[in-house]
């Protein structure tokens, strides 16, 4: 048995390339992280980052060809699954970890109704059940993530739901057998601002509820905010910054991370133009020497050109010449 | 409001019924707002109608010769005349309906379920089957239908069953390449990614999600070739590779009688007629399905 502290699913060294017409384009260039039991993880960065690489990773569920993970391991359990068996994936898949989407409207297969998806989802691991006994199942998942009148929806189609409806049955897809790991991959991008935070006050929910840990990723900060303990801010393919988000809305150790905080508006302070970040993420694989962001820090250092810096730091790590040798050092705040 | 009231009555009872009913009530709703469509049905209805009873409608047997009674004109004892032999042509036509829409159906369905098998294959599993099935079809469809098929019949030896497997091969790859196309598109939804996230096997993928998705393209398809595969079915009869000399095959029967146009013309008018009026029906139905079945066109 595993303990609380140990981590349920380790991922080390990630490297995850697309092997196109041009080349080898790494999409994630060796990211480490690891999710403990009951544990709620954000995975933040802009579009392109690499975030929803690194979860089609993990699932193996990369387009293939082109993608491909070209090094490191993922641990569920203890166990490598980075280059598993598709019979053995597929084990893992639903039962063990599940994924739930960004696009709530594309998620379900149109042509079948609610009852008849979830009830597949559900036979799908568990296949000596009775059919009273499924239906009975996935009339008791759709009360427990908020939906009413489950026994009707059942019969419902999926374009007869609201967005907010269908990412509620999608969670309750991916609850449906308990699994251990649930990666959300922008669940609530797609939704608007009320039904977003009823779906993740319904995520935080369950994760107490039934202690699965949780993936978030998201490029929203307010997100990250309101549900996770712990943050990894992804930039370009690589970990920038990790730690406990309080730690790092107080004290970002990386300008990106301090970068995106600033640009998140603020209700109560002064009305003034919302900070940005200049630029936009690098083509993947353009920069190959020196810190990925220095082309767009503010406090770019000559030896950030050439040097590439190192993830360094306890719990709260950052990868920046300019906090490593400072130590921590207050920036605007 | 009483309209209003009207409305939450029928979608409580839609909500009742079971959700095929439900769909297929949906689709007649479109499909009856379509007036040349409801007629091409109308027309293959009777035509399967006299196809089914024939043995009872028919006023004589297709062999029943008389040759006293050779080419006779258009009369209260012979509706559409007599032919060479003194046969009644009525008769020989509705029987002719038995031998035409067992080809048109059967070759369609055989082209259907091996060109779906196919295109699954080519689509879902891509890579060098992708290759191979897709030049494969790129072959066939290389050759003019009409050849390739008399080319298959000339293999196998003329008859109408052979004529039939001619078609069905001839028309797999419409149908292949329409399956693969719909199945390229349907992999990449995301409720596949979805259903694979949650550990579904390759083949529930492809019965569960895929097929059902590909299905009404391949009904319109479907429908707009049995018109085809009767005209070729007819093409071949009147070149000689299909139907033998006594079955009343439609084509056949044109070509028989070409010889007498000028003097008995009811001898290829009403064979010809029964030709343009299943082919016509049946493409008047192909277009209303796809009307009907093409989700765009919903609102």
Redesign the interface.
Request: hydrophobic share 25%; net charge positive.
């Given at each position: 048995m595993l303990k609380m502290s140990d981590p349920v699913l380790k991922v080390e060294g990630l490297k995850t390339s697309f092997f196109t017409d041009d080349g080898e384009v790494p999409a994630v260039g060796g990211i480490d992280f690891e999710v403990k039991e009951g544990e709620i993880l954000g995975i933040v960065g802009e579009s392109g980052c690499g975030k929803s690489v690194t979860s089609l990773s993990i699932m193996g569920l990369l387009p293939s060809p082109p993608g491909k993970i070209v090094g490191g391991h993922i641990y569920y359990q203890g166990e490598d699954i980075s280059h598993a068996k598709e019979s053995k994936m597929r084990k893992l898949r639903g039962n063990e970890i599940a994924m739930i989407f960004q696009e709530p409207m594309t998620s379900l297969n149109p042509v079948f109704t609610i009852g008849e998806q979830l009830e597949e989802a559900i036979k799908l691991h568990n296949q000596r059940l009775p059919k009273k006994e499924i239906e009975n199942r996935s009339v008791e998942l759709l009360k427990r993530v908020g939906l009413p009148r489950a026994k009707e929806l059942l019969k419902e189609y999926p374009h007869e739901l609201s967005g907010g409806m269908r990412q509620r049955v999608m969670i309750a897809i991916a609850m449906s057998c308990n699994p251990k790991v649930l990666i959300a991959d922008e669940p609530t991008t797609a939704l608007d601002v009320t039904i977003q935070a009823q779906i993740l006050d319904l995520m935080i929910k369950l994760n107490k509820e039934t202690n699965t840990a949780i993936i978030m990723i998201t490029h929203d900060l307010g997100v990250v905010a309101q549900m996770c303990q712990r943050v990894v801010v992804m930039y370009a393919g690589k970990i920038v910054e990790e730690g406990p988000v309080k730690d790092i809305f107080n004290h970002p150790k990386h300008p990106y991370t301090e970068g995106l905080i600033q640009s998140i508006p603020d209700l109560h302070g002064k009305k003034e133009r919302l900070y940005t970040i200049k630029g936009s993420v690098p083509k993947p694989g353009s920069i190959t020497k020196g810190c990925l962001f220095a082309p767009r820090c503010e406090f770019v250092m000559d030896k950030c050109r050439v040097n590439t810096p190192e993830l360094s730091g306890g719990e709260h790590k950052s990868r920046c010449f300019l906090h490593q040798e400072q130590g921590r050092k207050e920036v605007r705040t | 409001m009483p309209q209003t009231a009207q409305v939450h009555a029928e979608t409580r009872a839609a909500?009742e019924r079971s959700?095929f009913v439900n769909a297929i009530s949906e689709f007649w709703k479109s499909y009856r707002k379509n007036k040349p469509a409801l007629f091409g049905t109308g027309i293959i209805l009777v035509f399967i109608l006299l196809a089914i009873f024939a043995n009872f409608i028919a006023p004589q047997g297709i062999n029943d010769q008389n040759i006293t009674n050779k080419l006779q004109a258009p009369s209260a004892a012979h509706w559409f005349g007599t032919d060479d032999f003194g046969r009644d042509i009525f008769s020989r036509i509705l029987f002719g309906a038995r031998l035409s829409l067992r080809v048109g159906f059967l070759a369609v369905i055989g082209s259907i379920v091996v060109g779906t098998l196919l295109g699954i294959l080519a689509g879902y599993f891509g890579k060098v089957l992708d290759v191979v099935i897709s030049r494969l079809f790129d072959i066939l469809l290389a050759f003019p239908s009409i050849l390739l098929s008399i080319a298959i019949v000339a293999i196998l030896g003329p008859s109408l069953n052979n004529a039939l497997v001619a078609i069905a091969i001839v028309n797999v790859p419409v149908f292949g390449r329409l399956v693969r196309s719909r199945v390229l598109t349907v992999k990449e939804?995301?409720?596949v990614?979805?259903?694979?996230?949650?550990?579904?096997?390759d083949m529930?993928i492809i019965f569960?999600?895929i097929l059902?998705?590909s299905i009404a393209p391949i009904i319109v398809q479907g429908t707009l070739n049995i018109a085809t595969a009767i005209l070729d079915a007819a093409g071949l009869g009147f070149l000689g590779m299909g139907a033998e000399a006594p079955l009343p095959e439609w084509g056949k029967m044109l070509s028989d009688s070409r010889e007498y146009i000028q003097n008995a013309p009811w001898t290829v008018l009403f064979p010809g007629l029964a030709i343009v009026l299943v082919v016509v029906g049946f493409n008047l139905i192909g277009d209303g399905l796809r009307d009907a079945l093409d989700?765009r066109m919903k609102n």
């Open positions: - | 909500k959700p939804e995301e409720y990614v979805a259903a694979r996230s949650i550990g579904m096997g529930r569960h999600h059902p998705n989700p």
